[in-house]
């Protein structure tokens, strides 16, 4: 198996090997969370601290219990009531957890480039859980993992992407990750919630979501990012639905077989219809919630078998 990186920052800087190597142990990883005996020792003895500095449900607890079914021992440090909150920088942050001898950090930073400044200043794996409107990429692979089972394959497939694509660090992560293994990449929002020059990513771009599903294997909801908003970028969350929200008489124009995604939280009758929603036949979405464990399992498995060969190489210095 190939994996070559230090940290999980992105998916950009991944090569298709390396995203075919998480997703292959993954499916170890779903097998052994399917059995009556969920756990393995592969991180037995390291440490894994989780600091989320936004809120977190889904990724929070998905990372934990992947980190416990590992072996390692966890800790989740509570970011609100935080140094960070008094004043302190994240420098400082980072020179802290440098003296707790942490092996792993699992980091959600609502700042872009965050991760990355940490990953530069602690002597341990970084695992970017989500930073500003940059990346997600475990979001990405376990996306890409639930797609690859559900359709057979991760090549060739036309997905459409809806929504609010201009502040999803999902949809950017997912459009790095489908574009290098071959696929078809639609975007489909209003205007406001397109990112200027989308195109230069080389996906298509559409307005309309009719013509947008025409012929697509996967559809990809997206969540109206409120909370990175700071004008007015619907007329109204009821027009929004009738234009861009998933139902029945717009996922018609998808494949028969299109499969129906979203990363959760979802707001039914927002982005898509509850009916939808729950379709067992069409929707993976908790297909989704299910293979974010497993992906993290591999991602953690991955990187901890670097940063030990990387500290038997160099005396215990890990850069």
């Given at each position: 198996m190939t994996f070559r990186a230090r940290h999980l920052l992105g998916i950009e800087p991944l090569k298709p090997d390396e995203i075919r190597t998480v997703l292959d142990?993954?499916?170890h990883y779903v097998d052994l969370n399917r059995s009556p005996e969920k756990h393995a020792d592969v991180l037995r003895g390291m440490t894994q601290i989780n600091m989320f500095f936004e809120a977190s449900t889904r990724t929070q607890a998905s990372f934990e219990i992947a980190g416990k079914r590992l072996g390692a021992d966890v800790m989740n440090m509570a970011m609100q009531a935080s140094s960070i909150k008094k004043g302190e920088t994240l420098?400082?942050?980072?020179l802290t957890?440098?003296?707790?001898?942490?092996?792993l950090l699992v980091v959600?930073?609502?700042n872009s480039g965050a991760v990355d400044l940490l990953a530069q200043k602690v002597n341990c794996a970084v695992l970017n859980a989500g930073d500003g409107r940059h990346e997600h990429p475990t979001q990405a692979l376990l996306d890409a993992l639930t797609i690859r089972r559900a359709k057979g394959r991760l090549q060739r497939l036309t997905v459409a992407i809806c929504g609010d694509i201009a502040h999803s660090r999902v949809a950017r992560s997912n459009i790095l990750l489908l574009g290098k293994m071959e696929n078809r990449v639609r975007l489909i929002g209003p205007p406001t919630l397109?990112?200027?020059?989308?195109?230069?990513?080389?996906?298509?771009v559409y307005d309309d979501m009719r013509a947008g599903l025409e012929g697509a294997d996967v559809v990809m909801m997206l969540r109206l990012q409120k909370e990175r908003m700071d004008g007015g970028f619907i007329p109204s969350e009821r027009e929004y639905f009738h234009r861009y929200g998933l139902d029945a008489e717009k996922l018609a124009y998808a494949k028969d077989d299109a499969i129906v995604m979203h990363p959760?939280?979802?707001?039914?009758?927002?982005?898509?219809?509850g009916t939808i929603a729950d379709d067992i036949n069409r929707s993976v979405i908790q297909e989704q919630v299910e293979m974010g464990v497993a992906v993290r399992m591999a991602a953690m498995d991955l990187l901890a078998q670097n940063l030990r060969a990387a500290r038997a190489g160099d005396g215990g210095i890990y850069v």
């Open positions: 142990l993954s499916e420098i400082d942050t980072a957890l440098n003296a707790m001898h942490p092996d959600r930073q609502p397109i990112p200027a020059r989308a195109a230069d990513f080389g996906v298509e959760g939280p979802m707001n039914r009758g927002v982005e898509i219809d």
